[in-house]
Nanobody
Framework: QVQLVESGGGLVQAGGSLRLSCAASGKIFNINAMHWYRQAPGKQRELVATITSGGTTNYADSVKGRFTISRDNAKNTVYVYLQMNSLKPEDTAVYYC?????????WGQGTQVTVSS
């Protein structure tokens, strides 16, 4: 089992920045990759950013150049961050941390990000 706890969401004006954090604990040695997803009202959940155990990153086209995913490995916890700059109203969504293991995927509870115009 892997437990995920997100934090860092909030309300920000367009053009502003936020940093989301995700703390992963439990069987973290099984984690292959970690992701940030988001889901806006009335829309499907979409993949925003990925970081593998080797440090390779990937981003959705809509956030490239504005968002940065990173990770820190502590003894019993993996921290994954999503630095979000130049935020736009269309970035408004609930953001979810996801950890991939074999064969399970784990989700955090989500954190709301609201960008006002």
């Amino acid at each position: 089992q892997v437990q995920l706890v997100e934090s860092g969401g909030g309300l920000v004006q367009a053009g502003g920045s936020l940093r989301l954090s995700c703390a992963a604990s439990g069987k973290i040695f099984n984690i292959n990759a970690m992701h940030w997803y988001r889901q806006a009202p009335g829309k499907q959940r979409e993949l925003v950013a990925t970081i593998t155990s080797g440090g390779t990153t990937n981003y959705a086209d809509s956030v490239k150049g504005r968002f940065t995913i990173s990770r820190d490995n502590a003894k019993n916890t993996v921290y994954v961050y999503l630095q979000m700059n130049s935020l736009k109203p269309e970035d408004t969504a609930v953001y979810y941390c996801n950890a991939r293991t074999v064969p399970m995927a784990y989700w955090g509870q989500g954190t709301q990000v609201t960008v006002s115009s």
